[in-house]
């Protein structure tokens, strides 16, 4: 669906525009993997999972509910 994206992004309920995006899951593994062996931060996301707004991947620091 090439046109989702698009169609999603006017009225895009959360602020997931400010956060970082990855575009598969092996780009968010990665970059999870290199946080995990080099922290910057207090919060280390650990999981990454699909974003149904921007057809992207996230990083969460959350557990899984
Ligand atoms: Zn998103």
């Known amino acids: 669906m090439a046109n989702r994206y698009r169609y999603l992004r006017p009225s895009r309920p959360r ?6 995006r990855f575009p598969t899951q092996q780009a968010a593994a990665a ?3 290199e946080i995990a062996a080099a922290p910057r931060t207090r919060v280390i996301p650990h ?14 620091s959350k557990e899984a509910a």
């Open 15 to 20: 602020a997931c525009r400010t956060k970082r």
């Open 47 to 60: 999981r990454a999972y699909p974003c149904e707004w921007c057809s992207g991947w996230h990083l969460s």
């Open 31 to 33: 970059r999870l993997a």
